[in-house]
């Protein structure tokens, strides 16, 4: 048996939601490249997650908070798998949404952790850097970047892993320095606020 609010909710997803999801799906293909068959469970899995939030409150950007919540939804797989998809943030301001719903420290956490990708990239030797951007960027098979490169399918895979691995662990100890600075913040301003 339905309660009233759930009609209304179900009202506000049909009406105010759904119109969005070719352009979900638009966005999810272009930027979730790595296997194209998922796009429909990744779109299915953002409509959920924003119908869940707008039990608890209905956004006011709905157009901004559905592609931040795919936006989102994507770093989360990414991160679970411990590969880091460069592309997977190489598209998201030729998209045009309206950024009403990220503020500042949004855009500026989101610059922080390409600016972080980027140095751990540096960390990588030249010829692992070269082979992941082949692979992960521009979307080189293994024997093409193999032959691009002049060295073996086998040296390409070994590069792959080793440089992803590397990034990995680069980022969470990036990751690890950056939550206790901010925890060692957090404390100074309880502290800050006991005294006074």
Known sequence: ????????????????????????????????????????????????????????????????????????????????????????????????????????????????ELILLQAAMETLSSKCQRVIEMRRVYGYSQRETAKRLNISEAAVESHIQRGIQRLSNALQHISEIAASKCDAKGGYAAHKENKT
Request: aromatic residues 8%; proline residues 5%; glycine residues 2%.
């Open 1 to 112: 048996m339905k309660h009233k609010n759930e009609e209304t909710l179900d009202d506000w997803f049909l009406n105010a939601v759904l119109p969005h999801e070719p352009a979900l799906l638009r966005y999810l293909y272009r930027n979730w490249r790595e296997n194209p068959s998922e796009v429909k469970d990744l779109c299915q899995e953002v409509l959920t997650r924003v119908y869940t939030a707008a039990r608890q409150e209905r956004p006011q950007q709905i157009k901004a908070f559905i592609f931040s919540t795919a936006r989102n939804l994507m770093c989360d797989l990414a991160r679970r798998a411990q590969v880091v998809r460069i592309d997977s943030v190489m598209d998201v301001e030729s998209l045009n949404v309206p950024n009403d719903g990220v503020g500042p420290e949004g855009q500026f956490s989101a610059r922080q």
